[in-house]
């Protein structure tokens, strides 16, 4: 929302809609990329960067009208989940294989300054930058951490997280007695799998849909 009016969202295969109506009408717009695309973010109403699968960032400076290729040159494509600035020139970005991204140029150049994987062993998902109070990332499973040094040293922030806000599962349990037979039970299973762009790094479980 760059304002109380303007809305922008992402989604699969490069789709980017906008809404000057605060979501009563939306416009799909061409970005010319086909990457699915999971964050989008504007400084104001013409100044904007979405990210999304296989390390991809593009950027529009005339509103969307247009889209640029500002993906950084990378031997091993990743998932860009979040991206967050602290002003014009300072931004941060997240991938779901734990790596920060920064840049000191408003996007132009970006680089690996961190590796949650390495320390921490989480799979980060979203990261905010607060002006003067430094970044927060979360993430998988049940993470928390804030860095007030520019993402360079992180500190575990979970302590203070109630415990309802860690979920391990995705259960639902519920009994809904029958006006028949209500001594019979009907049992409902689902499998969620364990999936990733990178299989063989950071999907642990399994794709068998079983």
Known sequence: FPTPSSVWIVGDS??????????????????????????????NQRQGFAVGAASKIILTAD?????IDASPPSTTLET????????????WIVSEAGKILSTTDGGAHWGEIYDFKRI?????L??????GQG???????GKLF????????WLSRASGLPSSASHKTRNIVATIPGTVTPEKECVLLAHYDSMSPNPYVIAPGANDNG
Request: hydrophobic letters at 40%; glycine letters at 14%; charged letters at 10%.
């Open 135 to 141: 970044l927060y990332v979360c993430g998988f499973p």
């Open 63 to 67: 509103g969307g009208t247009t889209w």
């Open 80 to 91: 860009f989940k979040g991206i967050s600035f602290e002003d014009s020139l300072h931004g």
């Open 120 to 124: 921490w062993w989480s799979t980060p």
């Open 14 to 43: 490069g789709t980017v809609l906008h809404s000057s109506d605060a979501g009563a009408t939306w416009l799909p717009l061409q970005t010319g990329f086909s990457n699915d695309l999971l964050q989008i973010l504007f400084f």
């Open 146 to 153: 804030k860095s007030v040094d520019g993402g360079h040293y």
């Open 126 to 131: 979203s990261i905010k930058a607060f002006a």
